[in-house]
C-alpha cells in the first residue's frame, strides 16, 4: 500500500483544516487507518484512528475538535481538524496496518499561528 496525504497549510488559531489520505495497491477495506502527528522535538503521536468496521477513536489532546472519517469507494481517510491551536502544529502522517503490515505516508505540515 502507498499512502499520499495532502491538505496541509499555514493557518491561524480557531481555523480549520481538512487533511486527505488517498491509498494505493491492497485492500483499503481491510486496513485500519490512523493519523499520527510528530511536533518539532517530540515523538510520533497518535491522533486518531479508523478501522476497517468504521469505528473511531480519537486521543484526548483532540477529542471534540478533531474527527476521522474514511472512504471506501475512494480509499481515502480524512481527519477534519477545527479550531487549530498553536500545539497542533506539526507534521502529520497517514498510517495503514493490516495484520503485521504497517505502511506510512510521507506526512503534511500543518502549522497553525498565534
Known amino acids: 500500500v502507498q499512502l499520499q496525504a495532502s491538505g496541509g497549510g499555514l493557518v491561524q488559531a480557531g481555523e480549520s483544516l481538512r487533511l486527505s489520505c488517498v491509498a494505493t495497491?491492497?485492500?483499503?477495506?481491510?486496513?485500519?487507518m490512523a493519523w499520527y502527528r510528530q511536533a518539532p522535538g517530540k515523538q510520533r503521536e497518535l491522533v486518531a484512528t479508523?478501522?476497517?468496521?468504521?469505528?473511531?477513536n480519537i486521543v484526548d489532546s483532540v477529542k471534540g475538535r478533531f474527527s476521522i472519517s474514511r472512504d471506501n469507494a475512494r480509499n481515502t481517510v480524512d481527519l477534519q481538524m477545527n479550531s487549530l491551536k498553536p500545539e497542533d502544529t506539526a507534521v502529520y502522517y497517514c498510517?495503514?496496518?493490516?495484520?503485521?503490515?504497517?505502511?506510512w505516508g510521507p506526512g503534511t505540515q500543518v502549522t497553525v499561528s498565534s
Open positions: 498510517n495503514a496496518k493490516y495484520l503485521w503490515r504497517v505502511f
Open positions: 495497491g491492497g485492500s483499503f477495506t481491510n486496513y485500519n
Open positions: 479508523v478501522d476497517s468496521a468504521r469505528a473511531t
